[in-house]
């Protein structure tokens, strides 16, 4: 597996989770960037929130944003959200992704089609 995600879990409105994700070996010295895109029910892939792995720039969508904290640790080569003051509207599949190079001309691509790994998913549920 190349990406693992875990963290995923049941948790009322208001509450906080903190997801993680680990890059294999066999990748990791091919990431530029890693992210986490959600999918609720009946709903297409969206982008939650990403980070450079070098020089850890970041980025998130509006949704998330100021709830929501991306940050990675090079050293356990792992990614984590931290996700805070969560709502019901915050209920999805959470995947972990990783992208070899930014799509030009900026730093982190916000599309699926612009990650090339994929981890299996973990659902966080949000209870009103």
């Known amino acids: 597996v190349q990406l693992q995600a875990s963290g995923g879990g049941l948790v009322q409105a208001g509450g906080s989770l903190r997801l993680s994700c680990v890059a294999s070996?066999?990748?990791?010295?091919?990431?530029?960037?890693m992210g986490w895109f959600r999918q609720a029910p009946g709903k297409e892939r969206e982008f939650v929130a990403a980070?450079?792995?070098?020089?850890?720039?970041?980025y998130y969508a509006d949704s998330v944003k100021g709830r929501f904290t991306i940050s990675r640790d090079n050293a356990k080569n792992t990614v984590y959200l931290q996700m805070d003051s969560l709502k019901p509207e915050d209920t999805a599949v959470y995947y972990c992704t990783a992208a070899r190079s930014p799509p030009p001309p900026l730093l982190l691509g916000v599309r699926t089609h612009e990650y090339d790994y994929w981890g299996q998913g973990t659902l966080v549920t949000v209870s009103s």
């Open positions: 980070i450079t792995w070098s020089g850890g720039s970041t």
């Open positions: 070996e066999d990748i990791i010295s091919s990431i530029d960037a």
